[in-house]
């Protein structure tokens, strides 16, 4: 619930606008129209401030009120400090090339717009809805803007420059001359409320880009532009260009706590965007209740978001936007999103008054841990990246476009300082492993794996690679397509396996590879249309989810097709010591003619492919036993003719412009890609991985490891891996199941029963017994066990039954691991 201050002053900045009214002052009062922008004169705050405390010669002026507000010193030194700190953060993150000031200077009309040859400034309805165009004219202005103020490392030349000042005063004009005056073009263009052919520089769509991100033109992407600079050229602002400063940033800030044509209430990254907007408005004109509003804002946004798709940091460190979207990526991370929001703006506020508080702090620290899990490096362009299941709909651009598949866009220094801020040792072990140099994928060296059981996410790290697996049920979503971008998205969270080695293995071939063949999924191949009317759907199925002691762990996922309905089945990954995975495949069912594949791989091709230790280009392979590739082995269980294994290489062709809004050139890639071909969908199947292999350690590991199938049916997945004495089990059925246990004379045998469904790793060497709920329904689970004659396992002492009673986690926990350890 808000403040009354935080309703009053939101109310105020929102109504202005739609009453075409005036902005809000320091004060709460209004003092100039919304269309004139005209503020009180620069000799009047000059004449006010001569009476403050002297601090830097260049904290900015309050220019938003006619009597200044009465701040005492301390809150002066604090906004003194928020001001320093946001200028170098400003300049610090702009991108745009000063190799192209002269030619900007040069090509600037005496109007202050670029010729159309350069900018395309269509607007309104017939503008361009993605990429909008005209949005190159803000970027050109803020990379002058932080070459005239200094610290734009390369362009000290143009500091205090006359002529790049005037230039710049210029181009502002433009924009604010034909800025829009009907608020309805907010966020309604194209509606009855802002008609097309409705004059200023508006675009129909929510989002638009900006080379690094998509955002709102008018709430979120343009405002960014015009506070950032706006403070960057504080004091030398005309009045008139204060107050359309003020106009544009305060009429975004206004959208707090209003239902937006489109998107609904900002939350998530959304809000954080939008506070920022507000501080710099706040720095710029001295308004100690708008910065104290914005911040407020931010640290209420930067919590734990407990319930079911819920949009924010959840508890289990995943970012989720869009109603249950992991998004981790973009929306989460992604430069000037969330994460890299509340590093500027918390290490601008850091030592102050409007620092984070430890709620915000620890909030902050889960979703940076939880970050680490989710990356990789590229070693051939030493470049981090996101794992592309935490990116959305951003798969649809390649890495020259600068967007989430980019790079990480991670600023390990700002973490640092934050760490050593906050005294956090989270934020200083996660700076520390992004600093790292790698030699695999690996980045950061962690091994173990990670459940993110509130995004249906598991990830295993093991030396020289990373594996991840993307599932969805109905509590998430597949995926989402928005302007166009990833329309052929709808497997993308149907059991997605991604496993980096080099980092380079996926790198850029989406536009170019078979969407009916993602990696790690089952698919009745070609049986649904691959449309953005298929995406944004929340999953049918409960049972969803894993097991996790930390170290080994199983991921689950019971799958039924939520468009046709016609395709279902039941999958676990086993992910154990030493690097093993383990699949397990059963009770599918298929009602359409298209054939059913279990998808290994499909990445770039990287060296020769091997089935049954012979070299191949390809073809189909009706009883395999192996396949090596890439430093990936797979050993099959005999087929007895049941599947079939096909393999393809070679270059395909796709267009970046068919799966998204990217102008990029098409994409050629020579390609790998590997399936299962079920011909007999009633009998279930296994297999093993082994990633990070050569193809020698491959066979010598393979032939060592004992993983053993104990079952395999609708009600029970169980194998037991004797190497190192590891019991996994599924139990799928809502009540439960029984399964037995031969341990091959090593241990007495084990028959271990659930009263209801359940994932238990149970370790014998150490008595340790996880367990956990995948369809996050339960509060109690009874797991029995009970052993044959033989040898005990640890933790027996006399006894021949157990029966483990678990409290489960609930609420925002529910789906997470607990654990006991037997004793007696």
């Known amino acids: 619930m808000w403040t009354s201050t935080k309703a009053i002053l939101t109310l105020l900045c929102y109504s202005s606008f739609l009453a075409n009214a005036s902005f809000l002052d320091s004060t709460g009062s209004s003092n100039f129209n919304a269309h004139t922008a005209r503020p009180r004169s620069h000799h009047a705050v000059r004449k006010a401030w001569s009476s403050r405390p002297q601090l830097h010669p260049r904290l900015p002026l309050s220019t938003a009120s006619n009597s200044v507000q009465k701040i005492d010193s301390t809150t002066l030194q604090d906004i003194n400090t928020l001001y320093q700190r946001r200028l170098t953060t400003i300049v610090s993150e702009v991108t745009g090339d000063i190799t192209s000031i002269p030619s900007w200077l040069s090509s600037l009309g005496p109007d202050g717009k670029w010729p159309d040859s350069q900018i395309n400034y269509t607007s309104g309805c017939d503008a361009r809805r993605a990429n909008w165009p005209a949005q190159t ?31 710049i005063s210029l181009a502002m004009d433009y924009w604010f001359a034909h800025d829009f005056t009907d608020i309805s073009c907010l966020a309604s263009g194209g509606t009855p409320s802002c008609p097309c052919g409705t004059p200023g520089f508006w675009n129909t769509n929510w989002y638009s880009n900006n080379g690094r991100l998509t955002r709102n033109v008018q709430i979120i992407l343009i405002p960014v532009f015009v506070s950032e600079t706006c403070l960057l050229l504080n004091e ?57 509003d914005a911040y407020q804002r931010i640290h209420e946004t930067v919590v734990i978001e407990p319930t079911v798709k819920a949009d924010g940091i959840r508890p289990d460190g995943s970012f989720s936007q869009h109603d249950g979207i992991l998004y981790s990526g973009n929306y989460g991370k992604d430069l000037e999103f969330s994460t890299n929001d509340v590093l500027d703006l918390e290490i601008a506020a850091g030592g102050t ?107 295993n790290r093991g030396p020289g690679y990373v594996t991840s697996v993307k599932m969805y049920s109905n509590r998430t979503l597949n995926t989402e397509c928005t302007n166009s971008q990833n329309p052929l998205g709808f497997h993308l969270s149907d059991g997605v396996v991604y496993t980096y080695l080099e980092g380079n293995d996926y790198e850029d071939i989406a536009a170019a590879w ?55 089945w039941q999958k676990a990954w086993f992910f154990l010591d030493d690097d ?52 990936v082995g797979y ?104 399964v037995s246990f031969d341990f091959d004379g090593a241990f007495a045998s084990l028959h271990v029963t659930s009263h209801s469904n359940a994932v238990v790793v149970y370790r014998l060497n150490s008595g340790n017994v996880t367990v956990s709920d995948p369809s996050q329904t339960l509060t109690q689970l009874v797991v029995n066990m009970s052993l044959g004659n033989g040898t005990k396992p640890k933790g027996w002492g006399n006894d021949s039954s157990k029966s483990l009673s678990f409290t489960l986690p609930t609420n925002g926990l529910a789906g997470s691991s607990v654990y006991q350890v037997l004793s007696g």
């Open 236 to 292: 030398t602002l005309s009045p008139t260009q204060v107050g359309n400063c003020s106009n544009i940033s305060l009429r975004a800030y206004g959208t707090f706590d209003h239902y937006v044509h489109g998107l609904g209430y900002l939350t998530g990254a959304n809000t954080l965007d939008v506070a920022k907007v507000g501080i710099d408005q706040g720095i710029l004109a001295l308004n100690v209740s708008l910065i104290t």
């Open 635 to 738: 050993v099959f269980q005999p087929s007895n003719g049941s599947f079939s294994l096909s393999v393809e290489t070679g270059y395909r062709t796709g267009n970046w412009s068919s799966i998204g809004t990217s102008t990029q050139p098409p994409a050629t890639v020579d390609l790998f890609a590997a399936w299962i071909d079920h011909q007999n969908i009633s009998t279930p199947i296994s297999y093993t991985a082994f990633p990070s292999t050569d193809f020698g350690t491959f066979v010598l590991k393979s032939n060592q490891a004992q993983i053993k199938d104990i079952a395999n049916d609708q009600n029970v997945s169980a194998l037991f891996d004797a190497t190192h004495n590891t019991a996994m089990i599924v139990f799928w059925n809502p009540a439960g199941g029984a």
């Open 137 to 167: 004219h803000w970027q050109r202005i803020s990379t002058m803007a932080a070459a005239w103020h200094g610290g734009l490392a390369g362009a000290e030349k143009y500091v205090n420059d006359s002529s790049v000042r005037s230039n």
């Open 580 to 631: 093993v995975q383990h699949v397990m495949i059963s009770h599918i069912s298929s009602t359409s003619a298209a054939p059913v594949y279990s998808v290994l791989d499909q990445k770039r091709l990287n060296g020769g492919v091997f089935v049954d230790g012979v070299g191949t280009y390809g073809g189909n392979f009706s009883n395999p036993s192996s396949m090596w590739h890439g430093s």
């Open 514 to 568: 078979d969407w009916n063949l993602i990696p790690g999924i089952t698919v009745d191949y070609g049986a649904i249309p691959l449309i953005c009317d298929n995406t944004r759907l929340t999953g049918i199925e409960t049972f969803v989810g894993g097991a996790t002691d930390g170290t080994v762990g199983a991921a689950v996922m019971r799958y039924t097709n939520p468009v046709t309905r016609a395709l279902s």
């Open 353 to 459: 008054q409007f620092e984070a508080g430890p709620e915000s702090q620890n909030a902050f620290g889960t979703l940076l841990e939880g970050d680490l899990w989710m990356i990789y490096r590229n070693i051939r362009t030493q470049v981090v990246h996101w794992d592309f299941s935490v990116l959305g709909r951003f798969i649809s651009f390649p890495v020259v476009d600068n967007q989430a598949t980019g790079s990480t866009k991670i600023n390990v220094s700002e973490i640092a300082a934050l760490g050593k801020e906050w005294n956090s040792s989270v934020l200083t072990q996660v700076a520390n492993s992004l600093l790292q140099n790698s030699s695999d994928a690996n980045q950061g060296d962690i091994v173990g794996n990670r459940l993110y059981y509130n995004s249906d996410y598991m990830v």
